[in-house]
């Protein structure tokens, strides 16, 4: 999201969100089937999550599937928030527990 704001800005980081649909994330998935299949109980992951800005593309790594579902039960929350920052925002921090 970093990255985002930083090229783009706040406001180009939430047009990102508003802009997320049905035929994004079909784009998301069909661009991960193009890649070697995970292993199993790993997922490629999206970084950002797509409907927190991230890009069909935005593929970086393998990582657990159950962490990633995790995150992405979390992701409309997270962009709502986003959404409802300042546009002055130029840096977003996050951490995630796991108990």
Known sequence: MNR???NEGMSGLKNRINSYNK???????AYVK???????????????EM??????????????KRINSILGGQANRI???????SNNVTNIHWIIESK
Do not use: C, Q, Y
């Open 4 to 6: 985002i704001i930083e």
């Open 23 to 29: 035929r994004l994330a079909a784009k998301g998935r």
């Open 34 to 48: 193009t890649l070697d299949k995970a292993p199993d109980g790993f997922a490629w992951l999206h970084e950002p």
């Open 51 to 64: 409907r927190t800005g991230g890009l069909p593309t935005d593929v970086t790594r393998i990582g657990s």
């Open 79 to 85: 962009a709502r928030d986003i959404l409802n920052m």
